[in-house]
């Protein structure tokens, strides 16, 4: 999919971007692989594991519609992975999270507009879908342009689409690490937001190659969401802990007793692949796309009316040995 072109990640030494650099460069053959970011520090620890000649390393912000331009001069594909991410954070400082996550990906449609850039993949979240807090308000706006940018193209060959996945497990700030390390501690309990709290769970290699396969399977202006398990945060606990009781404190601010990907309100647009579903665009594009059929001939089918895809009602649950593979794995 890469061999041969140019790929720039904005947010790039996050742990998506790190994961996704590792991959590309164990998998395929790029001519360039863009680091787009605003941390020095970063860039600079990123850069002594991942030092292929391949690999450039740009000082920038998504808030810098010039900067942006700059950098995606002669790049095929772009991963926009850059946003504030924590919910108490966007909460706190609403301002600075509409800066970086909404005008921050108008600015990336843009500068990829301007560039001629032939694909964008934009990160999204499952907080985007019916959300009650800022960050996930802010991510289903920038779902919305990403999706609407798909009008903008005229004849240009730039083509965006939107990838919607849950908790990453063992990512910063995520509850699995975050147990660890009070039972480490030698904590007495875990504390617990709800006994019947559920969450979707996905590995960063799952999220990496989910976003590579997208960008095969896309026509533009879909949303793609994989099939993932869902796990209840009192069964987490309970693998991890099996001897600590649970402290039940109550579900914080701007937190969904579950996660959902596929709102019921979207059910008329949304059509099931074996191993993904994909909300297709709610208005026309100057481009037809069968979306039902994706760009690896691979064929969807209509949900019925009313579906919802959820962390409650999945039908994928994940057992005790398996989230302890994963955690194993991560080496956390």
């Not at 991410?85 to 507009?113: C, D, M, R, S, W």
């Amino acid at each position: 999919m890469f061999d041969g072109k140019t790929v720039l990640i904005t947010g790039g030494t996050g742990s998506f971007g790190k994961k996704f650099i590792e991959h590309v460069l164990a998998e395929q053959k790029p001519k360039k692989l863009i680091v787009y970011s605003r941390d020095e520090l970063k860039q600079f620890e990123m850069s002594q594991t991942f030092n292929a000649p391949c690999m450039r390393y740009f000082i920038g912000d998504v808030r810098d519609c010039e900067r942006l331009q700059q950098a995606m001069d002669d790049v095929d594909y772009v991963v926009h992975a850059a946003a504030l991410k924590q919910v108490p954070a966007a909460e706190y400082n609403p301002f600075e999270a509409i800066k970086t996550n909404i005008h921050g990906a108008q600015n990336v449609v843009q500068a990829a507009l301007a560039t001629g850039v032939e694909k964008v993949v934009a990160l999204s979240t499952d907080k985007a879908a019916n959300p009650v807090n800022l960050y996930g308000a802010t991510k289903l706006a920038s779902d919305k342009l990403f999706v609407a940018a798909n009008n903008m193209v005229g004849s240009r060959p730039t083509r965006f689409s939107v990838v919607r996945y849950g908790n990453v497990v063992g990512s910063r700030g995520s509850v699995i690490p975050f147990f660890l390390k009070l039972i480490r501690e030698g904590a007495t309990s875990l504390p617990i937001t709800h006994t019947e709290m559920t969450r979707f769970m996905i590995t960063l290699d799952q999220g990496v190659q989910f976003v590579m396969d997208s960008f095969a399977r896309m026509h533009g202006g879909e949303i793609f969401v994989p099939k993932i398990p869902s796990m209840k945060v009192t069964d987490l606990a309970a693998a991890l802990a099996p001897d600590l009781p649970h402290d039940i404190i109550g579900i914080r601010p701007g937190e969904k007793l579950h996660e959902i990907m596929c709102p019921a309100d979207d059910s008329h647009l949304t059509i099931e692949f074996e191993d993904h579903y994909v909300i297709k665009p709610s208005i026309s594009f100057g481009f037809r796309a069968d979306f039902e059929t994706n760009r690896n001939g691979e064929r969807g089918t209509p949900v019925g009316e009313g579906f919802s895809y959820s962390s409650g009602n999945n039908t994928d649950w994940l057992t005790d040995r398996e989230l302890l593979q994963m955690v194993e794995d991560l080496h956390l």
